[in-house]
């Protein structure tokens, strides 16, 4: 996920006389053309500063005024939610208003405005008041924003090895293809980034993956809803044996939209589900549908994901045939569809037509 950082300036005109602070306009004093003084008095700079400290601007300077290199965290806070999973973000504030959205223990906001007790800000698509002692601001957060940061890299190669070790001669432990997104579980080595793939802890080369670095943010009340609901079907599906990936979908849900092309024709060479597709094609186009990608040859297609023997086959899993120059996509029930040839197109036949070389996993 893309994080956009908000950023505010403080801006101090000595041209103008003004201080500017978000939410608040002070004027002092200023020359106004060249015949009048052209220094601001001195008096004038004390009533300025006593305004301040009067209308509590001073509760904000530290937020607003974070020096930072970059100035990303010129309006930003973290959640300070201590022993709790969240607190809730309210509609107004008041502990009594209704609640609509959480605020998590790890999660970072955009501070829009300061009240007694209550601060109201945006969190992700959440928008509400939080009891203030629910926020780190300021230099407190600047201190501790490497504790929110989510550390991910994105995977560049078609395909790639993850290993148990820094270097290509540390051994594989499975695979991995274009356009994943794993999470970095340490400090990077020499070039070499840990992550965990689905249980799996490992290491990639830092030269065939993207680095970024993230927040997370609150929900809404509706999001949250989605969510639950949208984990209980996966365990629904889990428990039932239909093997479901990180992304949400499922094998029966690239079989589904596979068969609906059954019919068409092969062409060698093309990737068109309905003008006509190869195996290779056939296979990577279904996947593509979903957001995987895929090598367009079966000769780099049998690598990608990990290998499951024909007894551990699922729905949507790859199956290879011959030295691995053909594919084919599990149905389950011992059948598969493929585009198979140019008399036949794409198909649907038994898994064990012919010798099975792989199968491979890749959800």
Known sequence: MGTTHIRQRVVFSAAAGLILIPGSLLHA?????????????????????????????????????????????????????????????????????????????????????????????RSGEAEGYVPADALLTGNDAEDR???YENNT???TACVLNVRDGQGTDAGILTQITEGQEYEVTGDPVEGWYPVNVDG??????GKYVEADSSFSYG??????????????????????GVPVSSSGVSGQ??????????????????????DGADCSGFTQSVYAHFGISLPRTTSEMVHAGYAVSFEEAQPGDMIFYGDG????????????????????????????YTNIYAVRRVL
Not at 200 to 205: A, R
Not at 219 to 240: F, V
Not at 260 to 266: E, S
Not at 325 to 349: E, F, P, Q, T
């Open 153 to 155: 890299v994105t995977v």
């Open 145 to 147: 924003a490497e504790e």
């Open 200 to 205: 799996v802890e490992g290491w990639v080369s």
């Open 325 to 352: 120059g053909h594919v084919g996509l599990y149905m389950g029930d011992g059948n598969i569809v493929n585009a198979l040839n140019s008399r036949k197109g794409i198909c649907i036949c038994s898994a064990t």
């Open 29 to 121: 004093r200023a020359a106004e053309n060249a015949e009048e003084q052209s220094f601001i008095e001195a008096s004038g700079i004390e009533s300025v500063l006593e305004e301040c400290y009067e209308t509590e601007v001073k509760d904000n300077l530290n937020l607003y005024l974070v020096p930072t290199e970059e100035g990303e965290y010129l309006n930003m806070a973290f959640s300070d939610t201590g022993e709790e999973d969240y607190t809730y973000i309210r509609s107004a504030p008041d502990e009594n208003s209704d609640w609509v959205g959480k605020l998590y223990q790890d999660s970072a906001a955009q501070v829009l405005e300061y009240l007694d007790g209550w601060t109201r800000i």
């Open 253 to 274: 849900d690239v079989i589904s939209y596979a068969c609906q092309f059954v019919g068409n024709p092969y062409v060698w060479g093309g990737t068109s589900l309905t």
């Open 219 to 240: 929900e809404t009340k509706e999001e949250e809803e989605e969510r639950i609901r949208e984990e209980e079907e996966r365990e629904a599906l889990e428990a039932a």
